[in-house]
């Protein structure tokens, strides 16, 4: 069988069903280059720790590493990589951009690159929103659009308090970091924005309230309106929800559609902004262009960062226009306008939308989970399957073992050895959730029905070695 990053670049980007999978045992002595970066990295660094490879080349879902390994990334970036690698006409693009003579950063001022890009996101966007929605340009990193949001927010209803839900996650930076769950990226912070309230999220495998299901959503719906409604909560009225429509970090949970329906009807009613966080769920990985759109509702603020940019650093939020009300210059930042990210981003669109690449999403995502559901069948250790699109789950748990909720006991130190096992196997795939329990897949949109089954047999074979049989 040819080896996948010889075949003819065209190949490897549009034939999605005939891609061939190959890899090469893994080797654990560590080269001059991984070495090179634990000397002089920071100690900050974080998926080097888990996924302890230098890449070298890379095309489509494939990665190739400094030893010569190959790998099949479900990672791609975080989700940033919606085409992959090296998808030939991303890169022809921006090649073309520079020997235009066209910069690479603009600030705010406007080019003809600008101006398609734009163009590209409104077309994206569900047509009735797209109607009346201004863009902003952000910094180039997600948080920096959620920043934006919470400043609008604020500025729009004169209101300061902001809600978040557990399990959220919204970058690093301040304000965003106040509004994330993760209580382990807080312990050592001080400062953070004040006034962040966090109300329970649909999670149906660890419900807030022992219920699950649909009446675990309903219930959480009832306590958000029950908050809101007493005027001795204790919280006063929001500026702002942000929410996730697929919890991402927080262990890839979907917020069901008639949840995402009421906490609309809520915000509504009681005159507060509704902030969608999209910037990993969005542009086509939840098997629609926006997880939003399959409860039929629209944001006030839309988030975006990630795969918008096509793989460059880009971040933005767009929002009704009736909510334009920033003075000049109140929210800026030096690479907002990279013109590299705008002239890559809308090919990107252009090409999800092309080649139905969301349709893909879908389909690969309900073989990925349906693969997951016959693994489940012979290692009880998945506790919990779960995901939309291609974005997807699975929580490792110690089977008949409960904490003191009379929930499955999340199981952090199995599922790290299967994270390494797979990386043995010629699999990248990525942890998080409770405990670091949770075993996630975001593997780039143009992943073939040849590589999910890759990736579920690989899978297979990494809980044989985590758990030694």
Sequence with gaps: MQNVLN???????????????????????????LLSQEHYESEVRSYPRRIPIAIKTTRGVIVEDTKGQTYVDCLAGAGALPLGYNHSEINQVMITQL??????????????????FIKAVMQFLPAN?????????????????????????????????????????????????????????????TGLMSDVHFFPFPYSYRC??????????????????SVLC??????????????????????????????????????????ILLIFDEIQCGIGRSG?????????????????????????????????????????GEHTGTFRGNQLA?????????????????????????????????????????GDIRGRGLMNAIEIITPEVTNSLGQAEADPELAAKIQRAALEQGLIIEKGGRKGAVLRFLPPLIISETQIDFVIATLATAFTHALGN
């Excluded at 980007?13 to 005939?18: A, C, F, I, S």
């Excluded at 729009?156 to 209580?183: D, E, I, Q």
Aim: glycine share 10%.
């Design 7 to 33: 075949l003819a670049p065209d190949t490897v980007l549009t034939n999605y069903q005939e891609i061939p999978v190959i890899t090469t045992p893994y080797d654990l002595v560590p080269d001059e280059v």
């Design 99 to 116: 020997n235009e003579g066209v910069p690479y950063q603009t600030l705010d001022l406007t080019t003809p690159t600008k101006d398609a």
């Design 129 to 189: 929103f797209a109607k009346t929605a201004r863009i902003q340009f952000c910094g180039p990193s997600g948080a920096d659009a959620v920043e934006a949001s919470i400043k609008l927010a604020k500025l729009v209803t004169k209101r300061n308090t902001m809600a978040s839900f557990h399990g959220a996650y919204h970058g690093m930076t301040n304000g965003a970091l106040a509004l994330t769950g993760s209580l382990s990226a807080k312990e050592r912070r």
């Design 208 to 225: 807030s309230f022992g219920l699950g299901g649909e009446e675990g959503a309903a219930q959480s719906i009832r306590y958000i309106e």
């Design 230 to 271: 007493d005027d001795e909560s204790g919280i006063t009225k929001p500026a702002a929800i942000i929410v996730e429509p697929i919890q991402g970090e927080g262990g890839v949970i979907p917020a069901p559609v008639k949840w995402l329906q009421e906490l609309r009807r809520i915000t509504t009613e009681h005159g």
């Design 288 to 328: 629609d262009n926006f997880g939003f759109e399959a409860a039929g509702i629209e944001p006030d603020i839309l988030v975006l960062s990630k795969a918008v940019g096509g793989g460059m650093p880009m971040s933005l939020i767009l929002y009704h226009e009736k909510f334009d009300c920033w003075n000049a």
């Design 342 to 382: 705008m002239a890559s981003g809308a090919k990107t669109l252009e090409i999800i939308k092309r080649d139905n690449l969301t349709e893909n999403a879908r389909l690969r995502g309900e073989q990925l989970r349906h693969g997951f559901a016959e693994l489940q069948k012979q290692f009880p250790q998945i």
